[in-house]
């Protein structure tokens, strides 16, 4: 999903304001540039223990990742499994795959990944407009956060360079910021931008946005149990399974 439903529903989960813990529930989705390694969240549990040992104040920020999608998170419902089916992101593609081919003039395997894209901007849209205060949110974590500190144990620890994680962190912060998520159009324009600078893709906003407003009205009679759903079941596991990662959580 994306940063204000990830926001969001970390904040459901925990009952914290915590900005490191906010922050690291968006961090996994930090691959906009090769900064970091694929799959680099998997690691979270070493990560924890270097944070510990070296960083102990931004602890915080990799009990934050548990809650994106590895282990515990909230993306296993979107991308792998939701009511013993495919991940809900999945679960429209019949709804949605004709439309989508020919607006990203695509094949049906790069179909069904649009599909799961428009289903995280759906929810988003769906999250911003009913929880406007998710804005003001998203602003105090950045603005909370020590971002040179967290750079730099990133850097030591996936031996990433500091250029190029700067370099992420300000894409993150253009694309998070710089488009609004409660406006059709402007996500629509959002995803445009992204597509053609990490897949080298192109289409019309016009018609983006138009899908996103497609895919709100195909998942609105089922989206309010899919976020509660994953509320519950992720707070679940972060009380059962998060003290493994060790007493400072």
């Known amino acids: 999903m994306y940063a204000r439903s990830h926001i969001y529903l970390t904040e459901k989960i925990t009952g914290s304001t915590n900005p490191l813990l906010l922050f690291g529930s968006l961090l996994p989705d930090f691959h906009q540039t090769s900064a970091l390694p694929k799959r680099f969240d998997n690691r979270v549990v070493e990560f924890f223990n270097f944070l510990n040992k070296e960083y102990s104040a931004l602890v915080p920020l990799a009990v934050g990742m548990t809650l ?19 991940g809900y992101g999945f679960q429209f593609d019949g709804q949605l795959s004709e439309e989508t081919k020919k607006v990203f003039d695509c094949d049906d395997q790069m179909a069904k990944l649009m599909n799961h894209f428009l289903v995280e901007n759906a929810i988003e849209y769906k999250l911003v407009t009913e929880h406007p205060e998710i804005n003001e949110r998203l602003k105090q974590c950045f603005d909370g956060i020590d971002r040179e500190k967290i750079v730099e144990a990133l850097s ?15 894409l993150y912060f253009h694309t998070t910021f710089d488009y609004d998520y409660g406006n059709y159009e402007s996500m629509g324009k959002s995803w445009a931008d ?53 007493e400072e959580v």
């Open 68 to 86: 994106h999608e590895f282990p515990i998170g909230v993306d296993r419902f979107t991308h792998q499994s939701y009511k013993k089916g495919n």
């Open 194 to 246: 992204t597509m053609k600078r990490v897949l080298g893709k192109t289409a019309d906003p016009k018609e983006i946005a138009r899908l996103i407003k497609l895919t709100s009205e195909i998942i609105e009679p089922s989206v309010d149990e899919f976020i509660q759903t994953c509320v519950e079941e992720c707070k679940k596991d972060f009380g059962s399974e998060i003290k493994e990662l060790g």
């Open 156 to 170: 030591k620890f996936y031996g990433s360079s500091i250029s190029a994680l700067n370099e992420e962190f300000d």
